[in-house]
């Protein structure tokens, strides 16, 4: 058998694994060990594995992940998810399916200090979803948009995605950030105008509510501001030049602490599961870096990435049909992997293709950049698209009485809204790549 050969053999073994419900990291490692062992034998192995750890792991980069991932367990345990709903519902909430439209403004909000798609999903739910029920809003509206609205947890910046693609590809993460804002308030504008249709074709789904009344409108704004502060803070220091990512990400977690700790809402306990939280989220993300590793080894050794960036450059097919198809790949693929796997896999292999290609005319950074938010709109697809959507089946699970397949319905306005996101990124890279140049300098 071929290096080719032996490359698609593993991935199948990892694809069997993965259905067999063990573990992310496993799912790797174990084909990707037995594909090193096999093409350079047990001893080059173990040599590469006395030292795999130390090589990945010691990279102060890295401490921006469990920095970030603070900064949410602060956010979601302190009760500010509370406070963003209640805003955004004062300012719509009194317009058919506003209620819908306040919590993606909430989610939007919230994932500016979250970076996590699950969590920004799970945290609104609990905020939104009693409130949109006891309204009369059907089910299949109330979970959909949540689903979807947690979505922006990893579009909005910080997001815990960008930093580990920038890390992979070697890219700058401030860039990477300014390179999300502009796409992530596209989405959240595409969602609003995407319920807004919907609850035109269907009035009975998301009923008007009573208007706030003035005074209840401005105690709602005045309690959200340390999340204004926040962001603020931690991305004009960042564009300003005061601080690299990796400092902004610990003076957003010291900030978002605070924060908590004023509402008086992050009890002893609520304190302490922020850090295990943190501590075992950590370390399965690193643990997937380490099987990621292993089996990019393999498939290097099997030289699967430079006869597939040969294959594609002997095929003659246009740039962007490349990049269209490495897209409908990774929607695909999201059908059985988690975004962190799929991108630690994957962008090894597609990386070369990618730097090979003339697209636009664009330098190589700024190439790879608009590559990495396209990579991030088709993972956003792949949390919220049959046949599994785990923001869906988180959302799901919260909402009891809810069939699962009504969820799943009413998540095709917000899929359709992320195609044609997605199709405008892809033909005009000047709407992501607008603001790098803008704030960085």
């Known amino acids: 058998m071929g290096g080719t050969g032996i490359a698609l053999a593993l991935f199948a073994g990892m694809l069997v694994l993965m259905a067999a419900r063990v573990p992310i990291a496993l799912s790797m490692l174990i084909p990707g060990a037995v594909g090193y062992v096999l093409l350079a034998g047990w001893m080059p192995f173990a040599g590469y594995l006395k030292g795999l750890a130390w090589a990945r792991l010691a990279n102060y980069d890295l401490t921006v992940i469990p920095l970030f991932l603070l900064m949410g367990a602060f956010a979601t345990q302190g009760g500010l998810s509370r ?86 590809a070697e890219q700058n993460i401030a860039k990477l950030f300014a390179a999300a804002i502009l796409p992530g308030l596209i989405a959240t504008v595409g969602y ?16 008007a509510t009573e208007r706030a009344s003035r005074r209840q409108l401005l105690v709602a704004l005045r309690d959200v501001w340390p999340i204004a502060a926040i962001f603020l803070v931690v991305f004009g220091g960042i564009y ?17 602490f605070l924060a908590a700790l004023l509402r008086g809402e992050l009890t002893r306990a609520k304190f302490f599961e922020c850090f295990y939280d943190t501590a075992v989220t950590t370390g399965m993300i690193f643990m997937i870096f380490l099987g990621a590793d292993i089996m990019n080894s393999a498939l290097a050794l099997s030289q699967f990435p430079a006869a597939l960036s040969a294959i594609v450059k002997d095929l003659g097919m246009p740039p962007l049909a490349v990049i269209a198809g490495i897209l409908v790949f990774y929607v695909i693929l999201g059908c059985v992997m988690d975004e962190l796997s799929m991108i630690l896999l994957t962008l090894p292999i597609f990386l070369p293709t990618v730097i090979g290609l003339d697209l636009f005319g664009l330098p190589t950074d700024l190439k790879l950049i608009w590559f990495g938010i396209l990579v991030l709109m088709v993972v956003e697809i792949g949390l919220i698209a049959p046949p599994v959507g785990l923001n869906v089946y988180v959302i799901n699970g919260l909402a009891k009485n809810v069939p699962i397949g009504e969820s799943y319905r009413g998540v095709v306005p917000f899929l359709i809204s992320d195609v044609l996101r997605t199709t405008l990124l892809l033909l005009f890279p000047g709407v992501s790549l607008w603001l790098v140049g803008v704030l960085v300098k």
Do not use: D, Q
């Open 83 to 168: 406070s963003l709903f209640a805003a955004a519902s004062a300012m719509i909430g009194h317009l058919r399916g506003g209620l819908a439209m306040a919590a993606v403004m909430a989610c939007a909000a919230f994932g500016s200090v979250c970076g996590s798609s699950v969590a920004t999903a799970a945290t609104m739910a609990k905020v939104a979803l009693p409130e949109m029920m006891r309204h009369n809003y059907s089910g299949r509206l109330a979970t959909a948009t949540l689903a979807a609205g947690g979505t922006l947890g990893i579009m909005i910046p910080p997001s815990v995605v960008l930093v580990i693609y920038g890390i992979l």
């Open 192 to 207: 609003i105008v995407a319920i807004g249709i919907y609850v035109r074709l269907f009035p009975g789904h998301g009923p």
């Open 240 to 256: 300003g030049g005061w601080f690299t990512p990796t400092e902004a990400a610990s003076i957003g977690a010291s900030a978002t």
